[in-house]
T-cell receptor, first 111, second 117 residues
């Protein structure tokens, strides 16, 4: 049973446009959510996070939105750049429990 | 400062052999995690060490898998009698754990790509 779902395995976006990556979760005990970015042959790197007490967190071109009632979060990247092309993983946790990761979405930003 | 390091970066082994994968976490990080990523799959949690507490082994797929963390620092993941389905990238991560209980960001190593022939 997948507790964290990223239903789009891939996404293509034109350079300069907005990229929206979606993530759904099932466990209502999750209270902390993170996005990681992974380039080939490298480990994932932390991108942005959000606590369940917030519904939005912004860091430069990256914004994460959390809709607790829908158990849904999304990552917005605007404007998208070719260097953003990578696999993006959504992750969730309740307290100090290990992170539960989604399967990832491969973003391709086309110049 | 130095990040999480893993060795070897690549390992090719024959079915039935044992392998050991090593992880050096960031100095001062009390929590250490092992994950694996099989082809086309997400990150699968394997095991979690937190300070001197008993490790959370709930993600280990079989008793062929085990892990140790010596002196609260370096960790070794051992896979006995490897099978072809064990082929994957094995990732290690570490994090600080805030006293408030707020979850801390995990820093990942580059991974070890294991291929079982």
């Amino acid at each position: 049973d997948q507790q964290v779902k990223q239903n789009s395995p891939s996404l293509s976006v034109q350079e300069g446009r907005i990229s929206i990556l979606n993530c759904d979760y099932t466990n209502s005990m999750f209270d902390y959510f993170l996005w990681y970015k992974k380039y080939p042959a490298e480990g994932p790197t932390f991108l942005i996070s959000i606590s369940s007490i917030k519904d939005k967190n912004e860091d430069g071109r990256f914004t994460v939105f959390l809709n607790k009632s829908a158990k849904h979060l999304s990552l917005h990247i605007v404007p998208s750049q070719p260097g953003d092309s990578a696999v993006y993983f959504c992750a969730a946790s309740g307290g100090n429990t290990p992170l539960v990761f989604g399967k990832g979405t491969r973003l391709s930003v086309i110049a | 400062g130095a990040g999480v390091s893993q060795s070897p970066s690549n390992k090719v082994t024959e079915k039935g052999k044992d392998v050991e994968l090593r992880c050096d976490p960031i100095s001062g990080h009390t929590a250490l995690y092992w994950y694996r990523q099989s082809l086309g799959q997400g990150l699968e949690f394997l095991i979690y060490f937190q300070g001197n507490s008993a490790p959370d082994k709930s993600g280990l797929p079989s008793d062929r898998f085990s892990a140790e963390r010596t002196g609260g620092s370096v960790s070794t993941l051992t896979i006995q009698r490897t099978q072809q389905e064990d082929s994957a990238v094995y990732l290690c991560a570490s994090s600080r754990v805030a006293s408030s209980g707020t979850y801390n960001e995990q820093f990942f190593g580059p991974g070890t790509r294991l291929t079982v022939l």
